[in-house]
């Protein structure tokens, strides 16, 4: 099962790189996402927006042609009164002009006006003609000129505003943009517009711009045909464009109405809004037979659509919520991936263990079979024998349990010395005497020293020191090197010692056991004064352990 769960987080590996860079790029990913749907919005609004400005010039163009074309029907209205009657009187004529305009809705004009044809050598006649029959104070302005041979000055305009009044006497043919126009309309016997005029009703107003409309009116037929005058009608451009709005939606569109040529001087009238253009659209139409461009603009929108800000809204939530779900697996993976590997961790350290105890346990035993096989060989009868054994599995036993408290990390060398010296401690203290640093021991080197300070208080305590009331024992220890540690028991004022004349147990489980399991050779001497003992023990610290490999 560990195999298992190992192999699926190597395969895995990739994932665990980068915790925290999968989330950001899961975010990066919608953003783009959300940026690229903002787009095609952005230009299919853009579309949408050049479909409907074409709606706008279309709608436009069609009001203003509306517009003239109502002035034009008004002005053919007028043209024929004139033509069916020799004279007009200015009653009749403000009667038809009355009837023409119905509710005073000029369609964006400044009214109608009769202007009349005349040659140079009929000005005086014609200017005195009208002071007797229209008004005494009816002037041709600006008066005569050498070698002009046609004069058209205006005689009647409706509705009679003060502003209106001041263009009467007018010699329209005096000014050349007029005199085009009408020499035209002449020509063509049809309504013709002129180009861009200051109107002389707003002769006081500097950027008045305006523009009229002639309609021819004739008398006689055939070769006897001539131009008996004009009814035209005066516009102010701007009024004109806004009578053409009111036939349209207003969709806040910018507007531009322009003189046959698209440039800022030939300019007739605009309806400006604030902004920089975004798309535009031009137009060209034809109002009374003169060329006009009709432009339209849209104004750059200051901030997306509707539609992209909901988008981008969205998709900067859809992000976040994505990048937070995916922080969230990834840590939890990391934290998966973490108990895992503790599992595994702790699966090694269990096996490491395993193989750990079942090492001591050998090793314990393969003592303990020693200690039997020898301590029987030593043996006198039964009871010599476990009597000899209890003590030596029960020193075995102290040790163990010192190193239980500490968990089986370490056992100072005091602890052990005094665990196994216990016996003989009591009412006998003043008989033994131990000094020394703290050092501890590794579990294996501290059962090994126990059992030989066990054995050493043994023959002490039978043979030697511990078995007189004078006696005592002096245990020194010491660091020798960083990594070793020497011991030294000595006996005095115990039964003079004399050398075993054979080898006995104890002696055996120190020079041989015991210096076999602490690496070292144990000094054992048997002097007159004293047995004497002398061991080294190594010294390893916690940090350089290594748990026992397989081999």
């Given at each position: 099962?560990?195999?298992?769960?190992?192999a699926?987080?190597?395969?895995q590996?990739?994932?665990?790189?980068?915790?925290?860079g999968?989330?950001?790029l899961?975010?990066?990913?919608v953003?783009?996402?959300?940026?690229?749907?903002?787009?095609?919005?952005?230009?299919?609004?853009?579309?949408?927006?050049?479909?409907?400005?074409?709606?706008?010039?279309?709608e436009?163009?069609?009001?203003?042609?509306?517009?003239?074309?109502?002035?034009?029907?008004i002005?053919?209205?007028?043209?024929?009164?004139?033509?069916?009657n020799?004279?007009?009187?200015?009653?009749?004529?403000?009667?038809?002009?009355?009837?023409?305009?119905?509710?005073?809705?000029?369609?964006?004009?400044?009214?109608?006006?009769w202007?009349?044809?005349?040659?140079?050598?009929?000005?005086?006649?014609?200017?005195?003609?009208?002071?007797?029959?229209v008004?005494?104070?009816?002037?041709?302005k600006?008066?005569?000129?050498?070698?002009?041979?046609?004069?058209?000055?205006?005689?009647?305009?409706?509705?009679?505003?003060?502003?209106n009044?001041?263009?009467?006497?007018?010699?329209?043919?005096?000014?050349?943009?007029?005199?085009?126009?009408?020499?035209?309309?002449?020509?063509?016997?049809?309504?013709?517009?002129?180009?861009?005029?200051?109107?002389?009703?707003?002769?006081?107003?500097?950027?008045?711009?305006?523009?009229l409309?002639y309609m021819?009116?004739?008398?006689g037929?055939?070769s006897?045909r001539?131009?008996?005058?004009?009814?035209?009608?005066?516009?102010?451009?701007?009024?004109?464009?806004?009578s053409?709005?009111?036939?349209?939606?207003?969709?806040?569109?910018e507007?531009?109405?322009?003189?046959?040529?698209?440039?800022?001087?030939?300019?007739?009238?605009?309806?400006?809004?604030?902004?920089?253009?975004?798309?535009?659209?031009?137009?060209?139409?034809?109002?009374?037979?003169?060329p006009?461009?009709?432009?339209?603009?849209?104004?750059r929108?200051?901030?997306?659509?509707a539609?992209?800000?909901?988008?981008?809204v969205?998709?900067?939530?859809l992000?976040?919520?994505?990048?937070?779900?995916?922080?969230?697996?990834?840590?939890?993976s990391a934290?998966?991936?973490?108990?895992?590997?503790?599992?595994?961790?702790?699966?090694?350290?269990?096996?490491?263990?395993?193989?750990?105890?079942?090492?001591?346990?050998?090793?314990?035993?393969?003592?303990?079979?020693?200690?039997?096989a020898?301590?029987r060989?030593?043996?006198?009868?039964?009871?010599?024998?476990?009597?000899s054994?209890?003590?030596?599995?029960?020193?075995?036993?102290?040790?163990?349990?010192?190193?239980?408290q500490?968990?089986?990390?370490?056992?100072?060398?005091?602890?052990?010395?005094?665990?196994?010296?216990a016996?003989?401690?009591?009412?006998?203290?003043?008989?033994?005497?131990?000094?020394?640093?703290?050092?501890?021991?590794?579990?294996?080197?501290?059962?090994?020293?126990?059992?030989?300070?066990?054995?050493?208080?043994t023959?002490?305590?039978?043979?030697?020191?511990?078995?007189?009331?004078?006696?005592?024992?002096?245990?020194?220890?010491?660091?020798i090197?960083?990594?070793?540690?020497?011991?030294?028991?000595?006996?005095?004022?115990?039964p003079?010692?004399?050398a075993?004349?054979?080898?006995?147990f104890?002696?055996?489980?120190?020079?041989?056991?015991?210096a076999h399991?602490?690496?070292?050779?144990?000094?054992?001497?048997?002097?007159?004064?004293?047995?004497e003992?002398?061991?080294?023990?190594?010294?390893?610290?916690l940090?350089?352990?290594?748990?026992?490999?397989?081999?």
């Open positions: 099962m560990d195999k298992a769960l190992l699926r987080v190597e395969k590996a990739w994932f665990h790189r980068y915790p925290r999968w989330p950001l899961l975010f990066v990913l953003a783009a996402g959300t940026l690229l749907s903002v787009m095609a919005i952005e230009r299919a609004e853009a579309d949408r927006r050049q479909i409907e400005l074409d709606r706008n010039v279309t436009l163009a069609s009001g203003l042609q509306r517009r003239a074309s109502e002035n034009i029907a002005l053919r209205a007028g043209a024929a009164l004139f033509t069916a020799e004279r007009v009187s200015p009653e009749a004529f403000a009667d038809i002009a009355k009837g023409l305009y119905g509710d005073n809705d000029y369609h964006g004009s400044r009214g109608i006006a202007a009349r044809w005349t040659p140079a050598d009929d000005f005086a006649r014609f200017e005195k003609a009208v002071q007797d029959v008004d005494p104070a009816y002037r041709i600006p008066g005569i000129e050498p070698g002009r041979k046609v004069y058209v000055p205006i005689v009647y305009i409706e509705p009679r505003s003060a502003s009044r001041t263009a009467i006497g007018f010699d329209m043919y005096s000014e050349p943009v007029r005199r085009e126009a009408m020499d035209l309309a002449a020509a063509l016997g049809q309504p013709v517009a002129s180009g861009l005029v200051h109107l002389v009703q707003d002769r006081d107003t500097t950027d008045a711009k305006g523009f409309i021819p009116v004739f008398a037929q055939g006897e001539h131009v008996r005058g004009f009814v035209y009608s005066p516009f102010r451009a701007s009024e004109f464009l806004g053409a709005v009111e036939l349209v939606r207003d969709r806040g569109v507007i531009a109405i322009y003189d046959g040529q698209r440039q800022p001087d030939r300019l007739l009238a605009a309806r400006m809004i604030e902004g920089d253009n975004d798309v535009s659209l031009d137009r060209r139409i034809v109002i009374a037979n003169r006009w461009i009709v432009s339209v603009s849209f104004k929108a200051r901030t997306l659509s539609l992209s800000r909901a988008t981008l969205f998709g900067a939530v992000g976040v919520l994505v990048m937070f779900i995916a922080r969230l697996i990834t840590k939890r934290e998966d991936r973490i108990v895992l590997e503790w599992f595994s961790d702790q699966s090694a350290i269990r096996n490491s263990l395993t193989r750990e105890l079942n090492h001591r346990v050998k090793n314990t035993l393969a003592n303990v079979l020693s200690i039997v020898l301590t060989r030593r043996s006198v009868d039964l009871d010599d024998f476990a009597e054994l209890t003590g030596r599995i029960r020193a075995l036993s102290a040790t163990h349990d010192l190193l239980s500490s968990d089986w990390t370490d056992a100072p060398v005091a602890e052990i010395v005094r665990s196994e010296l016996p003989y401690m009591g009412e006998k203290d003043g008989h033994i005497d131990m000094a020394g640093p703290a050092i501890n021991l590794a579990p294996n080197d501290a059962m090994s020293l126990g059992l030989a300070i066990h054995e050493l208080a023959n002490a305590a039978k043979y030697g020191a511990l078995s007189t009331t004078q006696g005592r024992v002096y245990i020194e220890w010491r660091l090197a960083p990594d070793v540690a020497e011991l030294h028991w000595r006996e005095a004022g115990g003079p010692v004399v075993p004349r054979k080898r006995g104890g002696r055996d489980l120190l020079e041989k056991i015991v399991e602490l690496g070292s050779k144990v000094d054992l001497r048997f002097d007159p004064e004293g047995v003992c002398t061991l080294q023990v190594p010294v390893r610290k940090t350089s352990f290594a748990l026992r490999s397989t081999r």
